[in-house]
Nanobody, 127 residues
Framework: QVQLVESGGGLVQVGGSLRLSCAAS????????MAWFRQAPGKEREFVSA????????YYADSVKGRFTISRDNVENTVYLQMNSLKREDTAVYYC????????????????????WGQGTQVTVSS
């Protein structure tokens, strides 16, 4: 079973940037898609971005498209989320997810498609 550890969250001003990292254990890291989700207080967990197993395909929620960039390093078993031009509505706990097989854009948005989750990292954007 894959284990995921997120880092890089923090407090940032509107318009600022943060880079989240998610380190994964396991030898099969390059076999499955990875994703980032987020959950704000009182709201459901929502899809942010996904990246295919070898990194050739990426997918973003409309709310972050053009501002966030997902990438992965299959040698270091790490997935990243570069977040630029942050807005107050980006404030949430961000979770890394692993284990989605294949590349189906509808399935990738569903939390239950993923076999492993990190503990989350808080991102707070203040004005």
């Amino acid at each position: 079973q894959v284990q995921l550890v997120e880092s890089g969250g923090g407090l940032v001003q509107v318009g600022g940037s943060l880079r989240l990292s998610c380190a994964a254990s396991g030898r099969t890291f390059s076999s499955y898609a990875m994703a980032w989700f987020r959950q704000a207080p009182g709201k459901e967990r929502e899809f942010v971005s996904a990246i295919s197993a070898v990194g050739t395909n990426t997918y973003y929620a409309d709310s972050v498209k053009g501002r966030f960039t997902i990438s992965r390093d299959n040698v270091e078993n790490t997935v990243y989320l570069q977040m630029n031009s942050l807005k107050r509505e980006d404030t949430a706990v961000y979770y890394c997810a692993a284990g989605a097989r294949g590349w189906n854009l509808l399935v990738l948005r569903i939390p239950s498609a993923y076999a492993g989750w990190g503990q989350g990292t808080q991102v707070t954007v203040s004005s």
